[in-house]
């Protein structure tokens, strides 16, 4: 079964961008599934619903889980895989004599999941588990720019990252939302292709709209690639 899955990161910057009502009509042309694993509801639903800022999001995701849309998968052996690659990632890098908390657990539980599930994606836009999977290495040399210092590194467990992860597809919300673009699911924007307005054409401002939406409200895509991506639609 086709499926992919998605941490509270992508979810958070879809939502944002009151774009979650897209995932139905992507789902139905993908023809699999969407999980979120149980952490990651306990992120963006049960704990939101006990405060005041972040209710309303979390009522909308709610309502997709609802309506099966997004579907929970709860495993222990997820849970326990999601433990012991939290506790990889955060015995990796250390600085001035300690360990770097890289990840939590839920970020860990979504990898787990997507592993388990021999998943088609895992969708995420925090930059720190992309490159934990994608390019761990790029993650080291970012972190002593960040801190303006040399780090130690576990090679048991970089060799570990390098080597373990490496068939999982990694994509972002910008990725995913630009599929619904091409595949038209965002044309009632910009009802007709083609269509400007004072001499702005709709379908172009749509698509840079919305990566940099998407950028602005948490999804690690750089300026750098969205000019490369508009390039496309001049």
Known sequence: MKSMVFDSSAIISIVTNDLLWSLSKLK???KGQFYIPEGIKEELIV????????KLEAMQVLSEVNKGILEVYSNPRVIERGKQLADRANNLIKARGNWITLVNQNDMEC???????NSDALVIDERTVRL???DPGSLIKLFERKIHTKVEVNKDNLNFFKEEFKKINVIRSAELMSVAFEL??????AKQNGVKIDNVNLKESLIEGLLWGLKLRGCAISEEEIDGIMKYYH
């Open 132 to 134: 934990l999977v994608e």
């Open 47 to 54: 704990k939101p619903l006990g405060s005041k800022r972040y």
């Open 111 to 117: 990898l787990a999941l997507t592993e388990y599930l």
């Open 28 to 30: 139905e042309k993908f």
């Open 184 to 189: 038209g699911i965002l044309d009632d924007y």
